[in-house]
């Protein structure tokens, strides 16, 4: 006899388990990182940076009901390239090691 977590719907609970704590450490990296900025104006970039993951919370779903499943590939085609693509801000590509982009976040 299988346990009840043995199905897959356990394996799903364990992966969103996983993929929530993945995003709440990303989430905590880089609240971490823009804590750690210029002081004035910090509250605004806080206050922007969480407007951006509600953002997508609202605009993810909704790409999905508009781009329907048979078209999941032109979405992450779409997505790619706009990530490959998407300006930054002139004079701000100086990298660490790790690559983050501390001169972005300590020029806001």
Known sequence: MRGALSTPLGDVLASVFFLGLGFGGVDFSLISLLVR????????RLSVTNAGYGLGAVIGPLLLVVVRPHNFRLLYVAIAISVVYSPGQPGTHRTTAYGLNIAAASSW
């Open 37 to 44: 900025t210029r002081t004035s104006g910090r509250g605004r």
